[in-house]
């Protein structure tokens, strides 16, 4: 069981807007910054977003992170069947000195 | 450009080792931690532990603790991850990943350690 709950599918259309959510706890969103990453099917996974909502170069702007208290969400707008993939939430647990990960969502394009 | 290349698959009996490396380019080896997470087939990511290649200073999953190390060889850029006494829930891709500042900024493309009598 993760640490960090997200929705373990989600599904969209072309064009639609789409909200995966991460809910954790004041010990680890509530106090870290959340980084988002994208796994296409067979590849490794990608950083997707940084420091809840920073996109790294090359990140298209129709990707966006938020976060509130002690919840994250990653939306994508304008949705393209090239976002079909597996979504991971993830943040610096300060008792681990690592990262805790989130069980992941797969995002389906209808 | 930064690059992080692993090897290949393996397969491994159960109760032997692996070793994994990551040879690194396009950045200054010394200067980012580096993490190795896994993911076992059709499971999520699963974090095991980190090293700084300047001092080699580590830190462990308590999962992973006892079984694994985290190695560099900083003359030839390259990170090794070696997981013993292997089980068959080791069965997973293993990745090893580049932190930028606690994110995991470049990834491996993952090496398949498959454990199995």
């Known amino acids: 069981q993760s640490v960090l709950t997200q929705p373990p599918s989600a599904s969209g259309t072309p064009g639609q807007r789409v909200t995966i959510s991460c809910s954790g706890s004041?010990?680890?969103?509530?106090?870290?910054?959340v980084n988002w990453y994208q796994q296409l099917p067979g590849t490794a996974p990608t950083l997707l977003i940084y420091?809840?909502?920073q996109r790294p170069s090359g990140v298209p702007d129709r990707f966006s992170g938020s976060k509130s208290g002690t919840s994250a969400s990653l939306a994508i707008s304008g949705l393209r069947s090239e976002d079909e993939a597996d979504y991971y939430c993830?943040?610096?647990?300060?008792?681990?000195?690592?990262?805790?990960f989130g069980g992941g969502t797969k995002l389906t394009v209808l | 450009q930064v690059h992080l290349v692993q090897s290949g698959a393996e397969v491994k009996k159960p109760g032997a080792s692996v070793r994994v490396s990551c040879k690194t380019s396009?950045?200054?080896?010394?200067?980012?931690?580096m993490h190795w997470v896994r993911q076992a087939p059709g499971q999520g990511l699963e974090w095991m532990g980190w090293?700084?290649?300047?001092?080699?200073?580590?830190n462990y999953a308590q999962k992973f603790q006892g079984r694994i190390t985290l190695t560099t060889d900083t003359s030839i850029r390259t990170a090794y991850m070696e997981l013993s006494r292997l089980r068959s829930d080791d069965t997973a891709v293993y990745y090893c990943?580049?932190?930028?500042?606690?994110?995991?900024?470049?990834w491996g493309q993952g090496a398949l350690v498959t454990v199995s009598s």
């Open positions: 396009g950045y200054t080896f010394t200067d980012s931690h």
């Open positions: 004041s010990s680890n969103i509530g106090s870290n910054t």
């Open positions: 990943a580049r932190d930028r500042w606690r994110d995991l900024a470049n």
């Open positions: 420091s809840d909502y």
């Open positions: 993830a943040v610096w647990d300060d008792s681990l000195y690592g990262p805790v």
């Open positions: 090293i700084n290649p300047k001092t080699g200073s580590t």
